[in-house]
């Protein structure tokens, strides 16, 4: 066995059936060996697709990886890949490097910065882990090391493999990679800890949950569930955790987000007199731009990070996963459930109802996201770029089981489009994924390469636009012609790239149409762009971009 057939063999023992990347003369050979492995290559248009497409896969699936080229290819993985790390998103970078025997004979080779090492310490910024496979002998070392940290962490790693080093033989045979952790080790202190807290949120009038990303990063979707449910807690989420479990489950009441979500949830979150923050961390976006008005007394905190902030006393290491692997095991409480019937807040409102067309009326976002919420389905994943597409999004209601990703903290506009690409390749042949991708004129054109991606794969994604003629969510910020974005024909572009269908509404009573006939292929993408009025936008973008104005407005003048 050489080095390049141990980390073949390496993703295949983590169930990685597909890999995104860009070829180059560094990485050419690894591409070979791929091709003649079970591992599908799928070739995007450029390296920051295969990153966002990497990324997307490892948030379905636990891990994503994108295979590049050294450099030019590598250093386009770079935003991605630094989202990944603020997200904690487990996405593996595979690069091709110059080779040992010619570094050492010229220093004069292309893509090459600085020192052989320059490459590996821009990646060691934004990984957990990072590793050069230069030997058979330290390899599996190497890649179990990467592995490992990329599990404990739930972020990215980087491994370097020169272009001369792929069949350097290992001096003994693969050992089994150690599977990634099972439930931690709970301390005495932790489980006392973790009952006082049980005891505290069941002496409470109006317990509930504001659950976080973490939870989804961690995979402690399940333990949260089975919790809520015994203890009959109600529960909200944060934007960039929308759908962390079932947004149809009768315990759910919306989205919170600051003052920049509806109020009617924002009251009953304020006003709660045991709110347990729980895997959030408390950034711009997910708070409002920090409108948040949390009950102090009320209030305690539990993330990765920092542990347990509590007034009953902080704790390090009392984490997520502690906390709810006590709790899970804690006796029901006694006698009837603490908590009555949940009257779910007016905003969230019921199931989604069928669209009915306005004769004659011009598209404006609202009615957009009503008619999207007629037409999800269960095997949605819906994905969403920052401008208004992701703030609308926040009122789309999604079937169970059902996905949403979104670069929602990090903020990066061109996840979107290619994050459908990975959304589809995690998926498993026997439960298919379908990817609903909204994104704005302007995020279309930063990402508009990969249309070509999904037309070449036939990824049966529906991507739509929302065209309002440029950078809508900076306008009310700070406007000028810089916020203008060339008007494009999203019906040509997207046939020149390869779609069979795509279609421009601007009317009502076309969306509907537009939408149902789109939605009834599914042997490969398609487009839909929609014309919206340029002063148009939702509540929270609206709310958010007033908070943001003010501070953008302070610093320019
Ligand atoms: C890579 C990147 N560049 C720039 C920005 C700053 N930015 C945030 S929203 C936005 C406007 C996006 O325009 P569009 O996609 O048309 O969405 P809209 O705001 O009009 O809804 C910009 C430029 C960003 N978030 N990411
Ligand atoms: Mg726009």
């Known amino acids: 066995m050489d080095i390049a057939e141990a980390l073949i063999d390496a993703l295949q023992q983590r169930n990685v059936r597909r890999v995104y990347g860009v070829p180059g003369d560094y990485v050419l050979g690894l591409f070979d060996r791929l091709e003649h492995s079970p591992i599908e290559v799928i070739c995007t248009a450029g390296e920051e697709g295969a990153g966002f497409a990497a990324d997307a896969h490892a948030r379905l699936a636990g891990l994503g990886v994108a295979v590049v080229t050294y450099g030019v290819g590598a250093l386009k993985l770079l935003n991605p890949v630094a989202g990944a790390y603020a997200e904690r998103s487990p996405l593996l970078v595979i690069s091709g490097a ?10 004069l080779l292309h893509h090459m910065i600085r020192s052989s090492d320059t490459q590996q310490r821009f990646f060691a910024e934004v990984c957990a882990a990072t590793a050069r496979l230069d030997s058979g002998r330290t390899a599996v070392a190497e890649i179990t090391k990467v592995l490992t940290a990329m599990d404990r962490e739930s972020r990215p790693g980087y491994l370097e493999l020169p272009r001369d080093c792929l069949n ?4 003994w045979p693969l050992p089994s990679l150690p599977r990634p952790a099972g439930p931690p080790e709970v301390s005495p202190l932790q489980r006392q800890r973790a009952l006082d807290l049980l005891d505290w949120m069941r002496s409470r009038q109006n317990p509930m ?18 919790v809520l449910e015994r203890e009959g807690w ?3 989420t944060s934007l960039s955790a929308k759908s962390l479990l079932n947004e149809q489950h009768p315990l759910y009441l919306g989205l919170y987000e600051g003052g920049a979500g509806p109020a009617d949830v924002r009251q009953r979150v304020e006003s709660s007199d045991g709110l347990l923050i729980l895997g959030m961390p408390l950034g711009d976006i997910d708070t409002g731009i920090f409108t948040t008005r949390f009950n102090e007394v009320g209030k305690v905190q539990v993330e990765m990070e920092r542990g347990l902030l509590w007034t009953g006393g902080d704790l390090d290491s009392l984490d997520p996963a502690v906390l709810l692997q006590v709790w899970r095991q804690a006796e029901a409480p006694g006698g009837a459930g603490a908590v009555g019937a949940i009257e779910a807040p ?5 199931p989604a109802a069928r669209f009915k067309a306005e004769a004659d009326t011009p598209i404006r976002v609202r009615r957009l996201v009503a008619a999207l919420n007629a037409v999800l389905s269960p095997t949605t994943v819906l994905l969403a770029d920052p401008g208004d597409a992701l703030f609308a999004a926040a009122d789309l209601r ?8 979104a670069s929602a903290y990090w903020s990066s506009l061109g996840f979107a489009l290619p994050g459908a690409i990975g959304a589809w390749g995690s998926a498993p042949p026997e439960a298919p994924k379908r990817p609903l991708v909204l994104l704005g004129d302007g995020a279309l054109l930063m990402s508009a390469i990969e249309l070509a991606t999904l037309a070449r ?9 929302l065209d309002n003629g440029g950078f809508g969510t900076e306008r009310p910020m700070l406007d000028g012609p810089f916020n203008d974005v060339q008007p494009v024909d999203h019906v040509g572009l997207a046939r020149a790239m390869g779609f069979g269908s795509a279609l421009r509404v601007q009317l009502e009573q076309e969306l509907d149409q537009a939408l149902a006939s789109l939605l009834a292929i599914d042997d490969g993408p398609t487009l ?19 908070a943001l104005g003010r501070r953008v407005r302070e610093g320019a003048s």
């Open 234 to 236: 109600p529960f909200v």
């Open 168 to 171: 350097r033989p290992l001096p």
């Open 209 to 226: 949950v504001l659950a976080g990303i973490e939870l989804h990063r961690f995979g402690l979707e399940d333990a949260l569930q089975e």
């Open 346 to 350: 007016a905003s969230h409102g019921a």
């Open 398 to 405: 999604l079937p169970a089981a059902s996905d949403f990703l």
């Open 528 to 546: 839909l762009s929609v014309a919206l009025p340029k002063d148009d936008a939702s509540d929270v973008l609206r709310n958010l971009t007033a």
């Open 98 to 107: 110059p080779g040992v025997r010619e570094s050492d004979e010229n220093n």
């Open 457 to 465: 794969y036939r990824i049966p994604a529906l991507v739509v636009v």
